[in-house]
C-alpha cells in the first residue's frame, strides 16, 4: 500500500516550525508495512492544497493530511477532500455538541461562533475521528479505492488521533506488521560496531541496521510478520549474537532507553545511592538521574563544586593537589568522589572534572579532556576522556556525562573498566 | 521569487528523521523576501527523484535540493539535475583534491574509489560550493531562468554550505531583506500579552506577530526593505512601545536568548555570585547556568538537597519546619535558600521544593506545586508556583526552573516581585 502524506499550514513553509508531524507518521506507518513514497507540504492557499491533494490521490492509495481544520476561513482541508470526492460537507451534531462543551469550559462566556461550527461540518460518509486535545476532529473518508485521512495539525492532537482511532482503522486494513527491536550499545564506536556485526547485515530475517546517535550507537532488527505473530523467535537469537559478540557495550534493550534510566534502574534494583560531585558537567549528571519518577531511593544529595576552592572545602581535596596537579587531573577526580562518598554516605561517588571550553584548555588538557571519577567500597577508579573536534561546551557537557554513567554502569555490574586506573584511597 | 524545495532521503519518508533542512531553508529564504510554496521530500527513487525535480522546475524560479550527494549509486541528485537541463556530468578537480586529501587524513590508509570520485563530478557550468564539514561539495545551476541549488542532507554540511556561498549566491539575486527582531517576554501569558498588544497587530511597518512557547512568549517584528537599509528606525519606537507597556516582562532582545543566559549576563556585569539548592529541580538550574561560556564567575558551588534528610544536615532547614510544615513549604524553601547562601558566601541563593510528580502529591501541594526563594542581603523572598496539567516530570521541573531563573532576575534588578511572600530571617 503506498501511501502519500500531505502537510498544509503556511507557518512550516515559513521555517517557524519542523514537520516533525510526517516523521511522526512516516514512522508509524512504515510498522504496518505501508510505504511513504512522498511528504509534500503546502501553505493555507486553496488552490495548491487542491492541486497537491489531486496529484496526491492520483498516485496513492492512502493520503494523510495534518493541518488545516482551523476555524478560519484559510482552514480547507476537509472542503478540499469534500470536492474532490463530489461530496457535500454534513454538519456532525455530536462534534458541535463536543465542541460546545469544550468551550463551555476551557472559555466561558465566549459564543459559538460561525467559524466554530465550520470545524463540525465533514464530507458527508465521513468516518470522524474525536480530538480529545483540541477543537479541530479529523475524519477519514473511503471512495473509489483510495482513502484519505484527516488530520489536526498540532503534534499533541495529531500524535493522539493517530494512536487512537487511525491506528484502529489501519490496523483493520494492514495485513502485516513490521516490528523492530533497538539495542542500545554505549562505547564502541560506530564503524567497530559495524565491523564486528558485518556478517549479520546480510540477514533477512530480522534486516540489522545501525544508527549512530551523538554517543551511542543503536542497533535495530526488524522483521515483516503477518497480522497477530510474535517477533521473538525471530529476534531472540539475533540478540543473544550481537550480545555475545559486544558483550556489556549493549546497555539496554528499547528505543527510548538510555544511559542515565539504565543506571536509575540498575541502583534502585540493588537499592543502592549515588552521589555526584561535578565540576564542568556542573549539575547535569544530577539532573539526568532525578528526571526518572522515583530518583529519591538512588539519590539523596549532590554537589557541584565548579570553582577550585569549593574542591577543597567541601570536598576535602587536598590543597596539595589542587596546587601540584591541579583540578583537572586523576588525583583531584579521585578525591573529589571519595570527599564526596564520605561526606554523603552514599553507596557510589561519581565525580566529573575537566575543560568544556571554549577558553581554560592547555596543552596538557586540552579543550575537551574531562576526568571521571567512580568510588565505591571496593575503592576508586578515575579514566581520562578526550571530547576532541571543533564542538561547543554542550558538546562536551553531554558526552562527559554520559561517559560517567556508563561507568557507574559498568562498575556496579562489577565490571572492569578498559583505561581506568585504579587510585589508591586517598 | 518563488522557490521549492526539493528533499531526497530514504530515511526523511521512514520517519528516521525530521525533516529539519526544510525548516532551515524556509526560515532563511523568507529573510531574503524568497517565498517558499512547496516542500516536497521523494527517496533515493532514480524515477521519483526525476518527476519530483521536472515538477518543481516547472513551477518554481528556484529549486533547492539537499541529499543525495553521497558516493554510493542512489545518490543521483546532481545527474538528475544534469539530465533535466541537458548538461554532460564533468569532473572537477579541486573538488577530487580537497576530497583525496580530506580521506587521506581522516581514514589514513583508505583508497579513493570510484564511488568517492562520483562526488567530484558535476553538471557542466555548475557554480561548486565547497563543504567544509563533510565529502559532497554542492552547486548551483542557472540555466533558462531556472536555478537549482545542490545541497548535502547532514544538517550541519548542509548549514555551513547555506551560510557560506549559497548566502552570497542570495544576496546576490535578491534585492529585499526581511528583517525580524525578538523579544523575549516572561512571566505574562500568551492571551494576556495578545490583549495589552492588540492594536499592534495591525502595524504594517513592522508586522508584529506572537510565538507561544513552553514557558515564554516571543514577540516578532518583522518588515521588508531594500537591501542595505537599517531595520532600526523601523523596529526601535515599537519595541519602545512593547517595552512601556508589557515593562520588565521583556527580558531580552534576540531570538537565541535564554532567560538563563539573561541572569548569567546580569549577574556577570554586576559582579555577583549565585548558589542554588535544588530539590525538584535537582541540578538543572546549576546545569542551564553553567551552560554559560564564564560560569565560573558567577557561580562556585551548587547543592541539591533532594532528600528530606539533607536539607536539614547540608542547609540547615530547621527539623522543626520539616515536621511541622514539611518541606514543600514556603519555611522550607526560605531555609534552603538562606542556608545555602550561609554556607556558600553567595550573593544571591536560590531554592527550589516542590513536587515534579507522577506519585508525592497532596490534597494541599498537588503535583506541579513548586516553591521557589531568593535569599540576598536584602532578605529572603519565596514564591508558590502551581505548573497544573495533564504533563510529564520533565515538563514541571523545566517551568519551575525557567521560573527560578525569571525571580532571580527580576530580584537582581530590584523589582517587586508579583505574588511573592517576603519571609523573616530564618
Known amino acids: 500500500m503506498i501511501c502519500e502524506i500531505l502537510s498544509v499550514g503556511t507557518e512550516l513553509l515559513m521555517g517557524q516550525i519542523a514537520n516533525t508531524d510526517a516523521q511522526y507518521i512516516s514512522s508509524r506507518l512504515s510498522e504496518f508495512g505501508i510505504s511513504v513514497y512522498r511528504q509534500v507540504t503546502v501553505g493555507d492557499n486553496p488552490q495548491r492544497v487542491k492541486e497537491a491533494l489531486n496529484t496526491a490521490l492520483s498516485r496513492s492509495d492512502l493520503v494523510i493530511t495534518t ?22 460537507m454534513e454538519l456532525h451534531q455530536p462534534s458541535l455538541d463536543a465542541l460546545t462543551e469544550r468551550i463551555r469550559r476551557y472559555h466561558p462566556g465566549r459564543p459559538v461562533t460561525e467559524n466554530n461550527l465550520k470545524q463540525a461540518y465533514f464530507p458527508k460518509g465521513a468516518v470522524i475521528m474525536k480530538n480529545s486535545c483540541g477543537t479541530a476532529p479529523g475524519c477519514i473518508v473511503e471512495r473509489d479505492g483510495k482513502a484519505v485521512a484527516v488530520l489536526p495539525g498540532p503534534p499533541r492532537e495529531m500524535r493522539a488521533m493517530f494512536e487512537g482511532e487511525l491506528t484502529a482503522y489501519l490496523e483493520k486494513i494492514s495485513d502485516v506488521r513490521i ?162 562518598r564520605r561526606i554523603s554516605g552514599a553507596d557510589y561517588a561519581v565525580s566529573v572534572t575537566g575543560v568544556a571550553g571554549p577558553d581554560g584548555g592547555t596543552p596538557e588538557n ?61
Request: glycine share 10%; aromatic share 6%; proline share 3%.
Open 366 to 426: 586540552p579543550v575537551g579532556t574531562v576526568y571521571v571519577g567512580v568510588a565505591d567500597e571496593r575503592g576508586t577508579c578515575v579514566k581520562r576522556f578526550c571530547f576532541l573536534g571543533d564542538r561547543d561546551r554542550s558538546w562536551v557537557r553531554n558526552l562527559a556525562a554520559a561517559a560517567a554513567f556508563n561507568m557507574l554502569r559498568l562498575r556496579i555490574l562489577g565490571r572492569e573498566i578498559e583505561g581506568a586506573q585504579e587510585c589508591a584511597k586517598g
Open 179 to 340: 516490528h523492530s527491536r533497538f539495542l542500545k550499545i554505549f562505547g564502541v564506536g560506530e564503524s567497530n560496531v559495524e565491523s564486528i556485526l558485518q556478517d549479520l547485515f546480510h540477514l533477512e530475517n530480522p534486516t540489522l541496521a545501525l544508527y549512530c546517535g551523538t554517543n551511542e550507537v543503536q542497533a535495530r532488527m526488524s522483521v515483516q510478520l503477518p497480522k497477530g505473530e510474535d517477533p521473538g523467535r525471530v529476534f531472540d537469537p539475533v540478540e543473544r549474537e550481537i550480545r555475545r559478540r559486544l558483550g556489556d557495550a549493549v546497555y539496554a534493550v528499547g528505543r527510548g532507553e538510555t544511559i542515565e534510566s539504565t543506571v536509575f534502574r540498575l541502583l534502585r534494583d540493588r537499592k543502592k545511592t549515588v552521589v555526584f560531585a561535578e565540576s564542568c558537567t556542573g549539575g547535569l549528571l544530577a539532573s539526568m538521574l532525578i528526571e526518572n519518577a522515583g530518583a529519591s531511593d538512588v539519590l539523596r544529595e549532590s554537589y557541584v563544586t565548579y570553582g577550585e576552592e569549593t574542591k577543597v572545602r567541601i570536598l576535602g581535596v587536598r590543597q596539595r593537589t589542587v596546587d601540584t596537579v591541579g583540578v583537572v587531573s586523576t588525583e583531584c577526580a579521585a578525591e573529589m568522589a571519595e570527599g564526596a
Open 67 to 88: 493541518g488545516g481544520l482551523g476555524p478560519t476561513e484559510d482552514d480547507l482541508t476537509k472542503e478540499m477532500v469534500a470536492e474532490y470526492f463530489g461530496l457535500p
